[in-house]
């Protein structure tokens, strides 16, 4: 079975060729793409996976490839990863933000809309592309805005593309952990949103719901990531558990202020951390394996530093630091090529899910998955905050690829001034022009 990976020179590339390593069953990928357009990245990531595979019987074929129709045509499964503008248009999607006072995170408010706005037309191309090349393939997209790229994509590919995200398995991980759970896999996350716009509403174990007893435990509460970041009592209000990238909504002030006064963002921090890796990689003699280690262990314990130096959160637990998406993504393939039915929280088109949003909107739930794909389970309706929120930010979706369609500045000023953290018109406006100095990719925009 083949595997082809999209952003096949990205630094997280070797989790996912981890996890197949430890995949011994029938049906499992034997042979494994690689496609990038730096042949540079390309090679320092193949020389890690390398290492991965020394000694292990039956480790998957490695292959790369700058040619992006090769490395589709006869693909079984399409993990896409991409990053349109690379670390260096995450740092400018930041820093154009922050001048102006608003957010700049690569998935939430404005940089978020500037990352899509670039990163959407570059989606459907390859969408177009799978659907001639690779018509039978799976698209399992990883590239974020997850869930505006998934939409994106499904336009093209309907349901044989799947967004996958870590956030919420970690964080019904977590909840399961400090409420004893001995075995999370057992317990039912009723988590509905969109991607990065999630609440947790219960989590069930033998049929019995256990988030009442943790909000009702200001102890309990507060001992873990999400308690610390939100506060006990701003959980014990909601009644739910919220996904941490909610953090940028509910303090948002906080955090622009945190980020602004920040030595440097997280985009130029990566971006910087990321060079000095592949650097390294040029060097013959080097460990790529322990070098990419180290750092991956700096880039996971430094992540959301300033949301948690604002809340007074302190260091990330050590059981946090592990990651999970490529733990999401085995799983899905395992479960569409071998028919082994599991439940994971996947973005999937909306069906009749949230009776809120149309059939085509994209959300992020429990899905059954099968042979035949992943099936939103029926959910309850969101509480009312929630409802306002999901529902702003879908508008905000839509005339993104709206944008990304037509070439309309003026429906790209529509996105950023719509959006619940963009708090004017003219800021809107000098974003768009702000973004557009800035990134050839966005030239588009008339």
Same mark, same amino acid.
């Given at each position: 079975?083949?595997?082809?990976?999209?952003?096949?020179?990205?630094?997280?590339?070797?989790?996912? !060729? =981890?996890?197949?390593?430890?995949?011994? *069953?029938?049906?499992?990928?034997? $042979? +494994?793409?690689?496609?990038?357009? #730096? /042949?540079?990245?390309?090679?320092?990531?193949?020389?890690?996976?390398?290492?991965?595979?020394?000694?292990?019987?039956?480790?998957?074929?490695?292959?790369?490839?700058?040619?992006?129709?090769?490395?589709?045509?006869?693909?079984?499964?399409?993990?896409?990863?991409?990053?349109?503008?690379?670390?260096?248009?995450?740092?400018?999607?930041?820093?154009?933000?922050?001048?102006?006072?608003?957010?700049?995170?690569?998935?939430?408010?404005?940089?978020?809309?500037? !990352? =899509?706005?670039?990163?959407?037309?570059? *989606?459907?191309?390859?969408?177009? $592309? +799978?659907?001639?090349?690779?018509? #039978? /393939?799976?698209?399992?997209?990883?590239?974020?805005?997850?869930?505006?790229?998934?939409?994106?994509?499904?336009?093209?590919?309907?349901?044989?593309?799947?967004?996958?995200?870590?956030?919420?398995?970690?964080?019904?991980?977590?909840?399961?952990?400090?409420?004893?759970?001995?075995?999370?896999?057992?317990?039912?996350?009723?988590?509905?949103?969109?991607?990065?716009?999630?609440?947790?509403?219960?989590?069930?174990?033998?049929?019995?719901?256990?988030?009442?007893?943790?909000?009702?435990?200001?102890?309990?509460?507060?001992?873990?990531?999400?308690?610390?970041?939100?506060?006990?009592?701003?959980?014990?209000?909601?009644?739910?558990?919220?996904?941490?990238?909610?953090?940028?909504?509910?303090?948002?002030?906080?955090?622009?202020?945190?980020?602004?006064?920040?030595?440097?963002?997280?985009?130029?921090?990566?971006?910087?951390?990321?060079?000095?890796?592949?650097?390294?990689?040029?060097?013959?003699?080097?460990?790529?394996?322990?070098?990419?280690?180290?750092?991956?262990?700096?880039?996971?314990?430094?992540?959301?530093?300033?949301?948690?130096?604002?809340?007074?959160?302190?260091?990330?637990?050590?059981?946090?630091?592990?990651?999970?998406?490529?733990?999401?993504?085995?799983?899905?393939?395992?479960?569409?090529?071998?028919?082994?039915?599991?439940?994971?929280?996947?973005?999937?088109?909306?069906?009749?899910?949230?009776?809120?949003?149309?059939?085509?909107?994209?959300?992020?739930?429990?899905?059954?998955?099968?042979?035949?794909?992943?099936?939103?389970?029926?959910?309850?309706?969101?509480?009312?905050?929630?409802?306002?929120?999901?529902?702003?930010?879908?508008?905000?979706?839509?005339?993104?690829?709206?944008?990304?369609?037509?070439?309309?500045?003026?429906?790209?000023?529509?996105?950023?001034?719509?959006?619940?953290?963009?708090?004017?018109?003219?800021?809107?406006?000098?974003?768009?022009?702000?973004?557009?100095?800035?990134?050839?990719?966005?030239?588009?925009?008339?």
């Amino acid at each position: 079975m083949k595997l082809t990976i999209l952003g096949g020179g990205g630094f997280r590339v070797p989790l996912v !060729y =981890g996890a197949l390593l430890g995949d011994r *069953a029938e049906g499992r990928v034997t $042979r +494994v793409v690689l496609h990038d357009l #730096d /042949a540079g990245r390309l090679h320092a990531v193949t020389r890690v996976l390398a290492e991965q595979a020394a000694g292990v019987p039956d480790a998957p074929e490695v292959t790369a490839t700058t040619d992006l129709d090769e490395g589709l045509r006869g693909a079984d499964f399409v993990f896409s990863a991409i990053r349109v503008g690379g670390l260096q248009g995450r740092a400018d999607d930041e820093r154009v933000a922050l001048a102006e006072g608003v957010l700049g995170q690569e998935t939430v408010g404005a940089g978020g809309i500037a !990352y =899509g706005l670039r990163t959407v037309p570059v *989606a459907v191309d390859i969408a177009r $592309r +799978v659907a001639r090349l690779a018509p #039978d /393939a799976w698209v399992i997209n990883f590239t974020n805005p997850a869930g505006l790229v998934t939409e994106a994509m499904s336009r093209h590919l309907g349901d044989r593309v799947i967004g996958i995200c870590d956030s919420p398995v970690g964080l019904g991980r977590r909840i399961a952990r400090v409420l004893g759970v001995k075995n999370p896999a057992e317990a039912w996350i009723d988590y509905v949103g969109l991607n990065h716009l999630g609440w947790v509403r219960g989590l069930r174990v033998a049929g019995r719901d256990e988030l009442p007893r943790l909000l009702a435990d200001p102890d309990l509460l507060g001992s873990f990531e999400e308690g610390k970041l939100f506060g006990v009592d701003w959980l014990q209000s909601l009644g739910a558990i919220p996904n941490e990238y909610l953090h940028y909504y509910y303090f948002n002030r906080e955090a622009v202020r945190a980020y602004q006064a920040a030595e440097q963002t997280r985009g130029a921090f990566l971006r910087d951390q990321q060079a000095r890796f592949y650097a390294q990689m040029r060097n013959a003699d080097a460990s790529a394996l322990q070098a990419w280690d180290a750092t991956r262990a700096e880039r996971e314990a430094t992540y959301m530093a300033e949301n948690r130096e604002t809340a007074g959160a302190g260091e990330r637990d050590a059981d946090d630091l592990s990651g999970g998406y490529e733990k999401v993504a085995l799983a899905l393939m395992r479960a569409i090529a071998r028919d082994e039915r599991t439940t994971l929280i996947l973005n999937v088109r909306n069906r009749s899910t949230l009776s809120v949003l149309d059939t085509e909107a994209v959300i992020e739930v429990p899905c059954l998955v099968d042979a035949n794909g992943a099936h939103p389970v029926s959910v309850d309706p969101l509480p009312g905050h929630a409802t306002g929120l999901v529902c702003a930010v879908k508008a905000v979706e839509r005339e993104v690829l709206s944008a990304a369609e037509s070439g309309f500045r003026t429906t790209a000023v529509k996105a950023f001034a719509l959006h619940p953290l963009v708090d004017s018109v003219n800021v809107a406006r000098r974003l768009v022009d702000g973004y557009r100095a800035v990134h050839p990719g966005l030239s588009y925009l008339k």
